[in-house]
């Protein structure tokens, strides 16, 4: 059975730092691409980062416009797990944060390309 398992949200204020971790369970990590939503209360889930294999240029990161330069993701394909570490956090930045996996380990940043997902884990920033 496959699980994935968000941690690591929390309160913080503006400015600050938060690392996201996701564990996975039941499936062989390495044949998966891997990324991290977010979802706002009334707006659609919208696509953080995302990590994967991308033919010749093996492994390909991609981020969302909004993150770049403040959010780093990064995967453990030893320990099954991805990580967010997140800095200078912004109020906009409060949602719930999920981590996914999808089969072929390509990146997409379409949230229903994603096959499996973790229960989210609340990130809220204070102004």
């Known amino acids: 059975q496959v699980q994935l398992v968000d941690s690591g949200g929390g309160l913080v204020p503006a400015g600050g730092s938060l690392r996201l971790s996701c564990a996975a369970f039941?499936?062989?990590?390495?044949?998966?691409?891997m990324g991290w939503f977010r979802q706002a209360p009334g707006k659609e889930r919208e696509f953080v980062a995302g990590?994967?294999?991308?033919?010749?240029?093996?492994?390909?990161?991609r981020y969302a416009n909004f993150v770049k330069g403040r959010f780093t993701m990064s995967r453990d394909d030893v320990k099954n797990a991805v990580f967010l570490q997140m800095n200078s956090l912004k109020p906009e930045d409060t949602a719930v944060y999920y981590c996914?996996?999808?089969?072929?380990?390509?990146?997409?940043?379409?949230?229903?390309?994603?096959?499996?997902w973790g229960q989210g884990t609340q990130v809220s920033v204070s102004s």
């Open positions: 996914a996996a999808r089969r072929g380990n390509r990146v997409s940043e379409n949230h229903r390309e994603y096959d499996y």
């Open positions: 039941g499936l062989t990590f390495a044949n998966y691409g």
């Open positions: 990590s994967g294999w991308s033919g010749y240029s093996g492994s390909n990161t």
